[in-house]
């Protein structure tokens, strides 16, 4: 992709966690021109985004499953940057429809805009795709595992994959795909794993383990899943995909250790609740290819660190997430999570 000044990325759901983090980091590390397309879902919020806007990035509001909006997006633009989806696990095991809806069709709209007017696309994966790992394994996900999901979230972003791969191939259209591994910063919706547990402590609640809290994640800064895509942007290889991850294996209960120790609570504060249906045990990515292909490497190599300034931010900004929490506590206590 061309490192001119005038590059114009439409970057979908850029007002999502991710996708606003790699818009900030694309401002600070190129001179690139951004349109954000995000449909404000209960994801995505325009005040994350509001003071980036101006003459370098625009805000449109729509669904990228809306043909007749993103067609002439794409046409504008010089790369698309993929990231607009439903995301979160739980919401899928109680209503999957709008998964398939914007992963899956929302997906394939995109592809077709962008195989109708030859823009440059980067599709955002998860590892999830590949299923999970036993906690006895020392096998990690990498380039060649075949997708396995467990789960109706996986399932759907699978099936985005695999659209993305097939119009590589059935009709040249110049993508990659990055798979990655769990995020964490600034700006993550509090239905999630990490900001519900901080803002649960932060509020005086007990943070709320799924099952046993042996799970294994494998985290990583969200500015160095930045850092990656932006990398396989302007130098990966077309109809290549990449996995993203930086080595953070952690146990979900040793995260919630960490948080409570990091706020001055008793390490052992915490409830151990009713397990997640399908739970993946433990997830682990091997970036080799990412690092020896295009030199990518991490920034953030220390969690506890990492995590204690993302406390920090959630602390001095409780004004982005305190209506969000009462309505994500509510849904969470009537899907008895
Ligand atoms: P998020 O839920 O915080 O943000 C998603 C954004 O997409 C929101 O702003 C939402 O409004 C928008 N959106 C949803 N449906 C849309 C539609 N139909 N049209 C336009 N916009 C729509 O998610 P995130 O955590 O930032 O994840 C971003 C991407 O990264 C996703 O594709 C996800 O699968 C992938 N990913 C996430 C993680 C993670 O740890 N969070 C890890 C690996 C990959
Ligand atoms: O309250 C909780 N308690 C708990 O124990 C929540 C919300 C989660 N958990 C567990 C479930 C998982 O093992 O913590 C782990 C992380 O949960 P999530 O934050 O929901 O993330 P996960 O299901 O691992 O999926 C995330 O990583 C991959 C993102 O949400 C996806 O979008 C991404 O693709």
């Given at each position: 992709m061309s490192e001119e000044a005038d590059t114009r990325l439409l970057v979908t759901g850029g007002a999502g966690f991710i996708g606003s983090n790699f818009v900030r980091h694309v401002m600070g590390a190129t001179s690139h021109d951004v349109t954000i397309l995000d449909k404000l879902t209960y994801a995505g919020r325009i005040d994350t985004v509001s003071d980036l806007l101006g003459p370098r990035v625009r805000f449109v509001l729509g669904d990228i499953g809306d043909a007749a909006l993103v067609s002439p997006l794409v046409a504008e633009s010089d790369a698309v940057v993929h990231f607009a989806a439903e995301s979160h696990n739980d919401r899928a095991l109680h209503d999957p429809r709008p998964f398939v809806e914007t992963n899956v069709v929302g997906t394939f709209t995109l592809l077709e805009a962008v195989r109708a007017h030859g823009a440059r696309l980067h599709h955002v994966s998860t590892d999830e795709v590949f299923g999970d790992?036993?906690?006895?394994?020392?096998?990690?996900?990498?380039?060649?595992?075949?997708?396995?999901?467990?789960?109706?979230?996986?399932?759907?972003?699978?099936?985005?994959?695999?659209?993305?791969?097939?119009?590589?191939?059935?009709?040249?259209?110049?993508?990659?795909?990055?798979?990655?591994?769990?995020?964490?910063?600034?700006?993550?919706?509090?239905?999630?794993?990490?900001?519900?547990?901080?803002?649960?402590?932060?509020?005086?609640?007990?943070?709320?383990?799924?099952?046993?809290?042996?799970?294994?994640?494998?985290?990583?800064?969200?500015?160095?899943?930045?850092?990656?895509?932006?990398?396989?942007?302007?130098?990966?290889?077309?109809?290549?995909t990449y996995l993203v991850g930086a080595d953070g294996e952690r146990s979900n209960r040793r995260v919630v250790e960490l948080i409570l120790e990091l706020t001055g609570q008793p390490s052992d504060a915490y409830d151990l609740v009713a397990d997640r249906p399908g739970h993946d045990r433990r997830y682990a990515i091997d970036a080799t290819k990412l690092r020896d292909e295009l030199g990518w490497r991490p920034r953030h190599r220390d969690f506890a660190t990492g995590l204690g300034q993302v406390i920090d931010w959630y602390r001095a900004n409780e004004a982005w997430w305190a209506a969000d929490k009462d309505r994500v506590e509510r849904y969470y206590a009537a899907t008895e999570r």
């Open positions: 790992l036993a906690y006895d394994d020392t096998a990690r996900f990498d380039e060649r595992t075949a997708p396995d999901p467990s789960s109706p979230y996986a399932a759907s972003k699978a099936a985005s994959d695999l659209l993305v791969k097939a119009w590589v191939r059935s009709f040249d259209i110049r993508a990659t795909i990055s798979n990655c591994s769990n995020n964490y910063g600034p700006y993550q919706s509090v239905e999630k794993f990490i900001p519900r547990q901080i803002t649960n402590v932060l509020r005086g609640r007990r943070p709320q383990l799924y099952g046993s809290g042996r799970n294994v994640r494998d985290w990583m800064h969200v500015d160095d899943h930045s850092s990656a895509v932006l990398a396989i942007l302007e130098n990966g290889t077309i109809g290549e």
